[in-house]
């Protein structure tokens, strides 16, 4: 998909993730201001590594995607099975929020992961996350709690017809 930006085209595509794209991804991990509206508590370096190579590359159910903007990777979608829900995540470097991206990798990702109904928990106080996953037809289906912080719950039903 192409989205413009600042007067140029950008295309917006997904691949399979590679070994150097989890460099990338540390360091947008680490991202202070990505830490404060996901408040998802950062790993050490070995520690990241051990969970992508591991428990995220390395298990069959997960379905992982690197989002890429012209060729170079902006971040990552992924789903995978917690009890008996099928749950969507994704991480986008600082330097590719507020341009549509976002929307775009979803809207790929969704056409590939196909299970429904599909989950989604965002920090409750992380609106452009919430508002991206409810434009995609996500709704609200309540709260959780992860730790000390609230979390919405939200739910993309199968198509109507």
Not at 29 to 42: L, M, Y
Request: charged share 30%; glycine share 8%; aromatic share 10%.
């Amino acid at each position: 998909m192409t989205e413009m930006h600042d007067g140029a085209y950008e295309e917006v595509r997904l691949r399979e993730v590679t070994d150097d794209d989890l460099e990338v991804f540390f360091v947008f991990e680490h991202d202070p201001e990505a830490v404060r509206r996901s408040r998802f508590t950062p790993r050490p370096r070995d520690a990241f590594l051990a969970h992508w190579r591991e428990r995220i590359l390395g298990d069959p159910d997960c379905l992982v995607r690197t989002v890429t903007v012209d060729g170079e990777p902006a971040g990552n979608l992924g789903s995978w099975t917690e009890g008996d829900r099928r749950f969507v995540g994704y991480w986008l470097g600082r330097p590719y929020w507020a341009r549509g991206i976002g929307t775009k990798a979803l809207a790929l990702f969704l056409q590939q992961e196909l299970t429904r109904p599909l989950y989604a928990d965002p920090f409750s106080r992380n609106t452009a996350s919430v508002r991206l996953l409810e434009r995609h037809g996500f709704e609200r289906a309540g709260t959780l709690r992860h730790g000390e912080d609230e979390h919405v719950l939200l739910v993309l039903h199968e198509e109507k017809s």
